[in-house]
């Protein structure tokens, strides 16, 4: 068996722990905001963009409970930040003043890592509700809309010539009627 000086191991853990409690908060806890921002911000602009009339769709409390969690996951991820950092330097406290104690050490670690557990649970959560909303509504809404023909006049072609109004005068009483004008055809380019 080796000796194994406990001061330098506490100091190189130390040293390991600073670096791990950095690389884990840039990690972690900036995908998580820009995942939930995005899936905030992106619902949005969807949702405006396919639902002109958000009043004619259906389950707007899982949209409404879905943007609150995202809006939530958010708020959490700033307050987990705060929290485990907090944990953290108590950690490298005790390891400075020699009263490191392992057994806290472990239940601070497990309770930045709930509190990061409810976070990414919230934003998964707050997703499903979204994407259930948007395939619910996109499914079932009603085809109101005549069937789309682009505008012309910005150069887009069609499948179809638009529609030539036809004048035809009635006949009068006692004349035979005639046959209607000529309908000119759409020039091709």
């Keep these: 068996?080796?000796?194994?000086?406990?001061?330098?191991?506490?100091?190189?853990?130390?040293?390991?722990?600073?670096?791990?409690?950095?690389?884990?908060?840039?990690?972690?806890?900036?995908?998580?905001?820009?995942?939930?921002?995005?899936?905030?911000?992106?619902?949005?602009?969807?949702?405006?963009?396919?639902?002109?009339?958000?009043?004619?769709?259906?389950?707007?409390?899982?949209?409404?409970?879905?943007?609150?969690?995202?809006?939530?996951?958010?708020?959490?991820?700033?307050?987990?930040?705060?929290?485990?950092?907090?944990l953290h330097n108590k950690t490298i406290k005790e390891i400075n003043d020699n009263h490191y104690n392992f057994n806290n050490a472990v239940n601070r670690n497990k309770k930045i890592s709930n509190f990061n557990g409810v976070t990414l649970t919230a934003l998964l959560i707050g997703i499903a509700f979204l994407l259930f909303y948007t395939s619910y509504n996109i499914l079932n809404m009603k085809n109101d809309k005549p069937n789309y023909q682009p505008d012309q006049t910005k150069g887009l072609p069609s499948s179809q010539p638009p529609p030539q109004p036809i004048y035809q005068p009635k006949p009068e009483t006692g004349q035979p009627s005639s046959p209607p004008p000529p309908v000119p055809k759409p020039n091709k380019q």
């Excluded at 000086?5 to 908060?25: M, P």
């Excluded at 409404?64 to 996951?73: E, N, R």
């Design 1 to 86: 068996m080796e000796n194994i000086n406990y001061d330098d191991s506490l100091k190189a853990f130390r040293e390991e722990l600073i670096k791990i409690n950095e690389k884990s908060n840039d990690n972690f806890e900036k995908q998580l905001s820009y995942i939930s921002a995005g899936s905030l911000g992106g619902s949005m602009v969807i949702i405006e963009k396919i639902f002109k009339d958000i009043n004619s769709t259906e389950y707007k409390g899982l949209l409404i409970f879905g943007w609150v969690l995202l809006g939530g996951t958010l708020l959490l991820n700033m307050f987990s930040h705060l929290y485990a950092s907090r």
